[in-house]
Structure formats: C-alpha cells, structure tokens
C-alpha cells in the first residue's frame, strides 16, 4: 500500500479503454461480453477493449478434482467416510460459464450430494463388493453426469478413492 498506488490505478483505467489482445489456446474456450452479450471465440489471436468487453476463459480438457464427503451411514447403520474424485470435461462453455460462478466448485457440490444417497442405499458389505467390482464407480458417474448435464459439464468419471469406517464418539454431557 504505497502512496502512489493512485497512478497505477490510474494507468490501468485509462489503458483499458484502449485495445488489448489475447490469446485462445487449443486447450480452453473464451467468452466475450462485449455489451452483456455473450460471444464465443475460437482459437486463435484477437483483439478486445476490456472497458466494455469483459473476458471468461474456461478450459475444455479433461480435468479431475477431488473430494471429500462428510460422514454417510450405511443401510446396515455403519458410518463410513468416502474420498472421491469426479474427471470432467466442460462440453458447453458458455452454459457453465452463464449458469454458474465457479463450475468446479459446482461439480464438487453436486458430487458431494450424490454419494451419501448411493452409500445409504447399500450396505457395507455391498459397498465393498461394488467398489472391487467397478459398480459403485459407474453408478456414481453415471447419476453425477445426469446431474451436471445441465451446467454443461460430462463428466468421465467418478470414482471413490478411499472407503473407510468412520469412528463414532459418543460424548455424555456430565451433569
């Protein structure tokens, strides 16, 4: 915080009332709002004016990111803990960016609130059993993709990392 930093602010305000360009690379997508209007850009070089031309870039590659659940009970009454990881692939740039702020945290959300219904249907044992066998992993994509279709996410896969017993203390309020 310098005494200065007024001229900065300055520059940067009047600069952006002159042209700058930008790059699109082949790996993401960028939007354009000249006048709250979206505008998809292809790859390539272009020019804008950031006074009345915000810029979204969103990349479109395959990307994964993972997460944790909080405590689920199982059909048998068992409390189990799941890390997951959801690969995903932004299909339709312009509903992901228009529809929702941040869309990684989005899918996190939305990931989250589709394993404690899967873990709550089954019970420990078939857990077990449909985590070897791949099941649990293609039923979780398959529910998380149906979810996020309509922020237009596909998702590739989900699958859980880690599946493990969650211990439960009981603490009694001495009186």
Same mark, same amino acid.
């Given at each position: 915080m $310098?005494?200065?930093e007024w001229i900065r602010d300055?520059?940067?305000?009047v600069a952006s009332f002159f042209p700058h360009y930008f790059v699109v690379s082949q790996f993401e997508q960028v939007v354009l709002l000249p006048f709250g209007k979206p505008k998809l850009v292809?790859? $390539?070089?272009?020019?804008?004016?950031?006074?009345?031309?915000?810029l979204l870039r969103m990349l479109v590659v395959a990307q994964t990111q993972d997460f944790k659940t909080g405590v689920s009970i199982t %059909?048998?009454?068992?409390? #189990?803990v799941a890390d997951f990881a959801v690969?995903?692939?932004v299909k339709d740039v312009l509903t992901a960016l228009m529809t929702c702020d941040n869309i990684v945290q989005t899918i996190g959300e939305i990931g989250q609130s589709v394993i404690p219904p899967v873990i709550a249907s089954q019970t420990m044992e078939e857990l077990r059993v449909a985590l070897v066998s791949g099941v649990l992993s293609k039923r979780l994509t398959r529910e998380t993709n149906k979810l996020l279709k309509e922020w237009g996410v596909e998702?590739? %896969?989900?699958r859980v990392n880690n599946l493990a017993?969650?211990? #439960?203390?009981?603490?009694?309020?001495?009186?």
């Open positions: $310098g005494a200065l300055l520059i940067t305000y292809k790859m $390539g070089f272009h020019w804008y004016i950031p006074a009345w031309t915000p %059909s048998d009454l068992k409390a #189990v690969m995903f692939k998702v590739l %896969s989900c017993l969650a211990r #439960v203390i009981y603490l009694v309020n001495a009186q």
